[in-house]
C-alpha cells in the first residue's frame, strides 16, 4: 500500500473521529435578519434591510416590514442592528489548506505579515525549530522573501547545513513558486550537481564553483504534494485545523484549493463529506496529475461534486512570480543584475507543450484556470487559448488567467474576445508595490499591475483574490487594496487602476462565483439562493478609506453559523 493511501486512510479516520466528538449540528429551519443594511449584489446592486432563510437557502428579500410579516412559531431571529449583511466572501484563489503550515513550520514571514528581516533573524527561527524536532525529521520554514531581507538575498545551502546538519530543511518562499533547500534534503529527493534542470525549472548552482546553492525555482521546486507525502497524520490534521479556523473568521463561504493533486482533493472531500469543513470548497485539480487522471477518464468530476465541494477548471502554470523574478516578462525586469542585464524571467511551460495541454483540455469540455503573471507569459497563454477556441469554439469558455499582473491594455483586449476572465491579485500593491516600483517593475510598468481600472472600463469581468498563504486570507485587506491600491509605506500604486467599493465587493463575491459556473446558487443575496452570508460591524461603502477597521462579527453557510465574533 502506499504512503499517499495510508495518508488519506489515516487522515480520513482523524476526520471521523473529529466528526464523532463535535457532533453534527442541524441547519436552522427557518431564521430571520433584520434591521440591517443588506448589500445584495443582484443585477442593479439592490439594497434591504432583511431576508428570510429557510432550510439553509435565501426566501426572501426586502423591507423589515416586509420580511417581519413571515416570523412564525420557532423562527430564529437574528437582529442585525444596523450591522451590514453581505454575500459570504468567495475566494476566487488560493491555496486551501497550505496557510494552514504555519502550524507546524517556522514562521519566516517579514513585515508586515511576520519579524523576519534579515538572513540570521532567519536563521535563528530554523535553529529554534531544530532544537525542538527530532533528528533525521523534516524542518519546514514558511514565507520567507529574498526582496524583503535587508540582505536581498535567498538564504544559502551552507547556511542551513550548519544550523542544521542532521534535518532535511525546505524554507518555502513567499511567493510559493521557489524555496531553498540544505544538503539533506537535496539529497533525499534526489539532487546532486550532475542533476540537470528539469523543463520549466531551474537548480540553483554557485556561480563560481558549480556547487549546489540549494535554491529551487519553478518546476525545480518542493510541491506541496511532495512536502505532505513525509507529514505525519497529526501534521496534516493541525494544518487543516489552523487554515479552516482562519478563513471562516475572515467570512469565507466558498474557499478554494488551487492546483493540487488527487491524494489532497480526496483528503478534503472527506473532510467535507464528515462536515469538517464549515464552508464550501472549489477544487482547481493539477494539470500534471489530477487533470490528466480527468482528462482520460479515470476519474470524473461528478464522482466528488456536490453542493458543498466543487471540482472547478484544471490548473497549468505558465510562468512564475514577479517578486521572485520568475515571472515571464516581454522587457527585462527594472533592475537587474550587472552580469544578467537582459533578464526577463522564463516560462515554466514552453510554448508547444502549454499549446498542446491547452488543445487537450479544451477539446475535451474542461474549464481552464491558467497562472501568468508575466507580459510574455501572458503572450503565451492567449496564444495557446486562441488557436484551441478556434479548432473548438466554446461560447462561454470562462477561461480563467490567474493573476494576469502585468496584462497590459492589449492583452485585456483579447481576453474580452477570447471569452477569458482574469482573477488579479490586487493585495500585491500593499505587500509589494514598493519593490515592484524600485526593483522589478519600474515607474512606467509598476503601477500597471493587477489593472482593474483598465478592465473595468472596457467591461471585462474579474475577480480578485489574495492567493494565500501568498498574502494573508484576509477580504477586507484584499477589499481595501482593491479600491485604494496603496502600499504599505503608504505609496499610491496605479491611481488609474482603482475601483469603487461596489465594483470590488463584486469581484468577491457573484463575479467570482460566475468565474467558477457558480453564480447561480451562490455570490449573491437573492430568493433560491444559498444562505451563505457574512455580518459586518459596519458599512463597507460608507467608510473606502478605513475599511480595514470592520470586522466579520459572524460567517453564516447554509443558513447555518459557523463562526460567530466574541467581541
Known amino acids: 500500500m502506499s504512503k499517499t493511501i495510508v495518508l488519506t486512510i489515516t487522515v480520513f479516520f482523524l476526520f471521523l473521529s473529529a466528526a464523532l466528538l463535535t457532533g ?31 432550510d439553509g437557502v435565501i426566501e426572501a428579500v426586502g423591507s423589515d416590514q416586509t420580511i417581519r410579516q413571515m416570523i412564525e412559531a420557532g423562527s430564529q ?22 496557510s494552514g503550515l504555519n502550524a507546524i513550520s517556522a514562521d519566516l514571514s517579514p513585515p508586515p505579515v511576520g519579524k523576519v528581516e534579515t538572513i ?20 519546514l520554514g514558511f514565507g520567507y522573501d529574498d526582496s524583503s531581507l535587508m540582505e536581498q538575498r535567498h538564504p544559502t545551502r ?21 524555496g531553498v533547500a540544505n544538503s539533506v534534503a537535496l539529497k533525499k529527493i534526489g539532487f546532486n550537481e550532475m542533476t ?62 488551487g492546483g493540487i493533486g488527487l491524494s489532497l482533493a480526496r483528503a478534503l472531500y472527506w473532510a467535507n463529506k464528515l462536515d469538517q469543513l464549515p464552508f464550501r470548497l472549489v477544487i482547481f485539480p493539477n494539470d500534471e496529475g489530477f487533470g490528466k487522471q480527468l482528462l482520460n477518464g479515470q476519474l470524473a468530476p461528478t464522482d466528488f461534486n456536490s453542493e458543498r465541494f466543487y471540482i472547478g477548471p484544471v490548473k497549468i502554470i505558465a510562468d512564475g512570480s514577479v517578486q521572485g523574478r520568475t515571472a515571464f516578462l516581454r522587457e527585462p525586469f527594472y533592475q537587474n543584475p550587472s552580469d544578467k542585464p537582459d533578464y526577463r524571467g522564463f516560462p515554466s511551460i514552453e510554448q508547444a507543450s502549454l499549446s498542446s495541454t491547452v488543445f487537450a483540455y479544451h477539446q475535451a469540455g474542461f474549464q481552464l484556470a491558467i497562472h501568468g503573471n508575466g507580459d510574455a507569459g501572458i503572450d503565451n497563454i492567449l496564444h495557446a487559448f486562441s ?14 488567467l490567474v493573476h494576469a499582473q502585468m496584462a497590459r491594455t492589449d492583452q485585456l483586449q483579447d481576453m474580452q474576445k477570447l471569452g477569458i476572465t482574469p482573477s488579479f ?37 474579474f475577480s480578485v483574490h489574495t492567493d494565500a498563504p501568498v498574502t494573508p486570507i484576509d477580504p477586507l485587506q484584499l477589499l481595501w487594496s482593491t479600491v485604494n491600491r496603496r502600499s504599505a509605506t503608504g505609496q499610491l500604486i496605479g491611481a488609474g487602476q482603482r475601483i469603487s467599493v461596489m465594483q470590488a465587493l463584486r ?3 457573484i463575479d467570482a462565483a460566475w468565474q467558477v459556473f457558480q453564480e447561480k446558487n451562490r455570490g449573491s443575496i437573492e430568493p433560491g439562493k444559498y444562505a451563505d452570508l457574512v455580518v459586518l460591524s459596519g458599512n463597507p461603502l460608507l467608510q473606502p478609506q478605513d475599511m480595514r477597521q470592520l470586522s466579520v462579527d459572524e460567517t453564516i453557510v447554509g443558513g447555518k453559523t459557523v463562526y460567530r465574533s466574541i467581541n
Open 24 to 54: 453534527i449540528t442541524a441547519t436552522p429551519e427557518h431564521r430571520i435578519f433584520i434591521n440591517g443594511t443588506v448589500l445584495t449584489m443582484d443585477e442593479h446592486n439592490s439594497v434591504a434591510q432583511a431576508i428570510s432563510v429557510r
Open 77 to 98: 431571529i437574528t437582529d442585525l442592528q444596523g450591522k451590514t449583511l453581505i454575500p459570504g466572501f468567495i475566494d476566487a484563489h488560493s491555496h486551501f489548506p497550505v
Open 120 to 139: 540570521a533573524k532567519l536563521l535563528q527561527q530554523i535553529r529554534e525549530k531544530v532544537e525542538i524536532t527530532p533528528t533525521g525529521e523534516w524542518i
Open 158 to 178: 551552507l547556511e542551513l547545513d550548519q544550523i542544521a546538519p542532521d534535518h532535511p530543511v525546505y524554507l518555502w518562499h513567499s511567493s510559493g513558486h521557489m
Open 196 to 257: 540537470p534542470d528539469p523543463p520549466g525549472g531551474v537548480i540553483g548552482r554557485d556561480a563560481k564553483t558549480g556547487l549546489l546553492n540549494g535554491l529551487l525555482q519553478e518546476q525545480a521546486a518542493l510541491s506541496l504534494n511532495e512536502l505532505i507525502s513525509d507529514f505525519s497524520a497529526i501534521d496534516y490534521y493541525q494544518v487543516f485545523q489552523q487554515a479552516t479556523d482562519e478563513y471562516v473568521s475572515k467570512g469565507i463561504t466558498t474557499a478554494q484549493s
Open 387 to 400: 488557436a484551441a477556441q478556434k479548432e473548438f469554439p466554446v461560447a462561454d469558455p470562462r477561461m480563467i
Open 425 to 461: 491579485f490586487p493585495t500585491h500593491t500593499y505587500y509589494w508595490g514598493d519593490q515592484h516600483l524600485a526593483r522589478f517593475m519600474g515607474p512606467e510598468r509598476g503601477p500597471m499591475m493587477s489593472p482593474t481600472g483598465s478592465a473595468s472600463v472596457i467591461g471585462l469581468k
Open 507 to 509: 469581484a468577491m463575491t
